[in-house]
Structures are given as structure tokens and as C-alpha cells.
């Protein structure tokens, strides 16, 4: 009669030690998606404000231009990560259709935002951090600083 006890003794610690790794695998493994979907929307929303603040000083610069002014330089301070990953900002020409394009170089996560300018703005593209709008040549240009 002791024999049998201690067999479900140690047949009852496994059967409570496969649970319990089976359910901590499946816990880690419903996480990691959930962390993943937060990383990706955290570059999203990130990329959405600097885009924002890049797009406020597009236009900024253009109302200054249509001021007649010679020379115009707007500096726009921009993080040089968003999420952790660096980032590009792609300038569409605003002759058809003007927005930037920025993408998030780890994640891949791309945001488009669109401005409203009447100036020319040149088709550029440049890495995160800090840039300087600029009057060159009748276009405003984005350029890094």
C-alpha cells in the first residue's frame, strides 16, 4: 500500500510541473505578439508627430516665402529615433501630390502626412534628427542639420 502512494505522489509533482510549463509557454507565447503589436503602434503614433511637427514647419516656411522674402530657414528639432530604430522622411515634390513619407528603418512602419503649401517644395529625402527648412532656388528644401 506505501508502494502505490508513493508512485501518485511523483506522477501527481509531474502531471502539476508539465501544467505549469505548458502554461507559462502559452503565456510567453500570447505576450510576445501582444509586445510586438505595442511596439508597432507606439513607431506609428511616434512617426505621426514627428511628421506633424516637420509638416507645421513646411508651412511655416512657405508663409514666410510668400512673404517675399529672400532667404528662410526654419529649423525643425525632431527626435533622431522613434520607438527605439531610426527613421527616414521622404519629401514628395508638392507639384502633385504633397506629403511626407516617414518610415521607421526597424520595424518597417510606415506614416504618410499630408501639408498644404503654395510654395515649391523639392523631393528630398533625409535621416531622422534635426533638419532646416530652407528657400534654395525658389523651393523650399528639407535638409538635415
Same mark, same amino acid.
Given at each position: =500500500?506505501?508502494?502505490?502512494?508513493? %508512485?501518485? *505522489?511523483?506522477?501527481?509533482?509531474?502531471l502539476?510541473?508539465a501544467? *505549469?510549463?505548458?502554461? @507559462?509557454? +502559452?503565456?510567453?507565447?500570447?505576450?510576445?505578439?501582444?509586445v $510586438?503589436?505595442?511596439?508597432?503602434?507606439?513607431?506609428r503614433?511616434?512617426? $505621426?508627430?514627428?511628421? $506633424?511637427?516637420?509638416? !507645421?514647419k513646411? =508651412?511655416? !516656411?512657405?508663409? /514666410?516665402?510668400? &512673404?517675399?522674402?529672400? &532667404?528662410?530657414?526654419?529649423?525643425?528639432? /525632431?527626435? @533622431?529615433?522613434?520607438?527605439? &530604430?531610426?527613421? *527616414?522622411?521622404t519629401?514628395?515634390d508638392?507639384?502633385?501630390?504633397?506629403?511626407?513619407?516617414l518610415? +521607421?528603418?526597424? !520595424?518597417?512602419?510606415e506614416?504618410? %502626412?499630408?501639408f498644404?503649401?503654395? *510654395?515649391? %517644395?523639392? @523631393?528630398?529625402?533625409v535621416?531622422?534628427?534635426?533638419?532646416t527648412v530652407v528657400l534654395?532656388?525658389g523651393?523650399? $528644401?528639407?535638409?538635415?542639420?
Amino acid at each position: =500500500m506505501t508502494a502505490e502512494r508513493g %508512485v501518485s *505522489t511523483v506522477v501527481g509533482y509531474v502531471l502539476a510541473l508539465a501544467i *505549469t510549463v505548458a502554461l @507559462a509557454g +502559452s503565456l510567453i507565447a500570447a505576450t510576445g505578439g501582444i509586445v $510586438e503589436d505595442r511596439r508597432d503602434a507606439t513607431a506609428r503614433r511616434g512617426l $505621426e508627430v514627428v511628421g $506633424e511637427r516637420l509638416a !507645421a514647419k513646411l =508651412m511655416a !516656411a512657405d508663409r /514666410l516665402a510668400a &512673404t517675399g522674402a529672400d &532667404t528662410v530657414a526654419v529649423d525643425a528639432d /525632431l527626435p @533622431a529615433t522613434v520607438a527605439g &530604430t531610426g527613421y *527616414t522622411v521622404t519629401v514628395n515634390d508638392s507639384k502633385t501630390d504633397p506629403h511626407l513619407r516617414l518610415v +521607421s528603418a526597424g !520595424a518597417g512602419t510606415e506614416v504618410r %502626412v499630408d501639408f498644404a503649401n503654395r *510654395t515649391d %517644395v523639392a @523631393a528630398t529625402s533625409v535621416v531622422g534628427g534635426d533638419v532646416t527648412v530652407v528657400l534654395a532656388g525658389g523651393d523650399l $528644401e528639407v535638409r538635415s542639420r
